[in-house]
């Protein structure tokens, strides 16, 4: 299967301060990645939809300006979480996928925990 | 609402034992479907994807298709107890760019000794 990468895997910050995830499709061209949090014992939720080259499409009650989401290159995009509050803290997981297919392959997920 | 449902479990079976995994979809228009498994905190690895009527075999692994009843299941022959985990059935509702996936929230698979 495809690989994908995803840094950090664990982040502990102090509230206020702002996060960068990065989310690399090792060996394939991604034309879509998407972003999930996943909260304990619940099912992932997606967050948003980005296509590389294009803004990125939230789903409806993710705030955009607090989640920047940025997907440059077909292979590499980022998850920004600014100013980061305690009610922020979750399990973060990108997937990616390629052009040809509507497989979805994971990383490896960020633990974000806001003091 | 398009919705995916499981039931959460747990789900009990002994090592040696075939273990069932159900799903339903909401939406009939729906093509594709997946099984993914969650280990405790790990992301979700593709164990199955199926798109016709009917069984797809993979190893010890079967998933079962029926879209005239919107019905997904996956069947996990010899359970190991490394197969103990979460699995995730995932739908994808919508077709070309615009397609995403959408989950259930999964069953908790036991497998005693």
Known sequence: ?115 | QKEVEQNSGPLSVPEGAIASLNCTYSDRGSQSFFWYRQYSGKSPELIMSIYSNGDKEDGRFTAQLNKASQYVSLLIRDSQPSDSATYLCAVNMDTGTASKLTFGTGTRLQVTL
Request: net charge positive; aromatic share 10%; with cysteine.
């Open chain 1, 1 to 115: 299967g495809a690989v994908v990468s995803q840094h950090p895997s664990r982040v502990i910050c102090k509230s206020g301060t702002s996060v960068k995830i990065e989310c690399r499709s090792l060996d394939f061209q991604a034309t879509t990645m998407f972003w999930y949090r996943q909260f304990p014992k619940k099912s992932l939720m997606l967050m948003a939809t980005s296509n590389e080259g294009s803004k990125a499409t939230y789903e409806q009650g993710v705030e955009k300006d607090k989640f920047l989401i940025n997907h440059a290159s077909l292979t590499l995009s980022t998850l920004t979480v600014t100013s980061a509050h305690p009610e922020d803290s979750s399990f973060y997981i990108c997937s990616a996928r390629g052009q040809s297919t509507n497989i979805q392959y994971f990383g490896a997920g960020t633990r974000l925990s806001v003091l």
